[in-house]
Structure formats: structure tokens, C-alpha cells
């Protein structure tokens, strides 16, 4: 079973948008990039809105962050964009919440591995 972080009271809300500067992924208002302590170049890295490489990162960044497991990140980060990642418009939000959801909607329906 994937452990998820207690939601707090005042929930945090991951959101995406694209600027005129690039794109921009934040939790609670700072950058996700800077939350996982990652190179400020790779939000370059992070896409939405279809499959591939660099939505696949925002699926695994969203997962580290959210469980704190980057087994759990590995393990799931392709089924979360395709399910979630791959079909956010340009503007987002999800709440903690939602996102608990989602990854625990994914892990009850990924077989176990022998």
C-alpha cells in the first residue's frame, strides 16, 4: 500500500500554467522545483497535456512529493500521466486530496509484482 502524507488542514493545491517566461509548477505557491530540491532548470522539463518524457518527470515529481518515496515515484509515474498528467489543459489545480486519490486508484489497480 502506498503511504500518503497526512492532509493537513489547509490542504496544499499543486497547480500548473503556462506563461510568457515558460511553465510554472507550484505547491502551496513555490515552485515544485525548489520543494524537491532540483536543479532550476529541470521545470523546463516538466509538461502536461500529452504523453511522453517530460510529462512522465511532472507524474514522478508529483509523486515523490506527495508520498516522499521515490520507489513509489518510480513505480507509478507512468501510469499517473497517462491517467492524470497527460490530459491537464494549460491552466491546473488538484488538491492533495484528489491527487491521494488518484495514486491510491492507481495502486489498487497496478497487479503486484511477483
Not at 73 to 87: E, G, N
Amino acid at each position: 500500500m502506498i503511504k500518503i502524507a497526512q492532509e493537513q488542514p489547509s490542504a496544499g493545491i499543486y497547480s500548473g500554467e503556462r506563461t510568457i517566461d515558460g511553465l510554472v509548477v507550484m505547491y502551496k505557491g513555490a515552485p515544485l522545483t525548489k520543494l524537491l530540491a532540483l536543479d532550476e532548470t529541470s521545470n523546463d522539463d516538466f509538461e502536461w497535456g500529452y504523453e511522453g518524457d517530460a510529462p512522465a518527470r511532472l507524474a514522478h515529481a508529483l509523486l515523490l512529493h506527495r508520498t516522499g518515496d521515490p520507489a513509489v515515484a518510480d513505480a507509478f509515474s507512468i501510469r499517473l500521466m497517462v491517467q492524470f498528467v497527460a490530459k491537464l489543459d494549460n491552466e491546473w489545480e488538484v488538491r492533495e486530496g484528489q491527487l491521494d486519490r488518484l495514486i491510491e486508484e492507481i495502486q489498487q489497480s497496478t497487479p503486484a509484482l511477483s
